[in-house]
């Protein structure tokens, strides 16, 4: 064989060498994000499963001193259910939002004016330890959620942007990896809150 063959042979096995890495680095890399996203996804469950805890001890909470609101209670106990029913990313995402639309209509997340009416209507809920607990809990959760929100889509995003990247993207087609949905804010949320403290 003779010099010329053999620096041929050499580039050849070179050029192999460095496509290999760069697709077992690029694989590697795609893994780390993909579970970084799937981390962060846990965490908007865990603050999901927190707020589907409290929610009954608020609403029982307010439903023994309001009875006449029992079609909220009945709406947000329903929007409650679909997401502990809920299985995938998506599934959760709608009925999250669903259960934030309900919660914001029944005034339980302080942004509508029927939450103000509710506690003028029945003054003994402004003044019931358990309550206002209940209240600063569900705030608090509320606070968890949009900063598990925010961490989840930070990483979905950095996870979808590298998967889209040449060579990347030809690597992440022929494994399997897919794009991973962000967390967008459900309609509702998109309109400004009223308030109304004339009621």
Do not use: C, H
């Not at 965490?43 to 439903?63: C, F, H, S």
């Not at 889509?153 to 942007?161: E, H, K, P, Q």
């Amino acid at each position: 064989m003779g010099k010329t063959a053999l620096v041929v042979l050499g580039v050849i096995v070179l050029f192999v060498l460095i496509i290999g890495g760069s697709a077992l680095g690029s694989y590697n890399n795609l893994v780390v994000k993909r579970n970084e996203v799937n981390n962060k996804w846990a965490q908007v469950e865990n603050q999901m499963q927190r707020r589907a805890d409290l929610i009954p001890n608020i609403v029982g909470t307010v439903k023994g001193i309001a009875g006449q609101e029992k079609e909220i209670f009945i709406k947000i106990a329903e929007a409650r259910s679909k997401l502990l029913a809920a299985t995938t990313p998506e599934e959760k995402i709608d009925a999250d939002n669903k259960l934030s639309q309900s919660m914001r209509d029944g005034g339980l997340l302080g942004t509508g004016g029927r939450f103000l009416m509710i506690t003028e209507q029945y003054p003994q809920l402004k003044s019931d330890a358990n309550f206002m607990k209940l209240q600063d809990e569900l705030a608090g959760t509320e606070n968890r959620m949009a900063v598990a929100r925010k961490d989840y889509n930070d990483v979905v995003t950095d996870y979808n942007n590298t998967k889209q990247k040449f060579p990347t993207v030809m690597i992440a087609g022929l494994m399997g990896f897919k794009d991973s949905p962000l967390f967008k804010a459900d309609e509702g949320a998109k309109q400004a809150p009223k308030v109304d403290f004339g009621k």
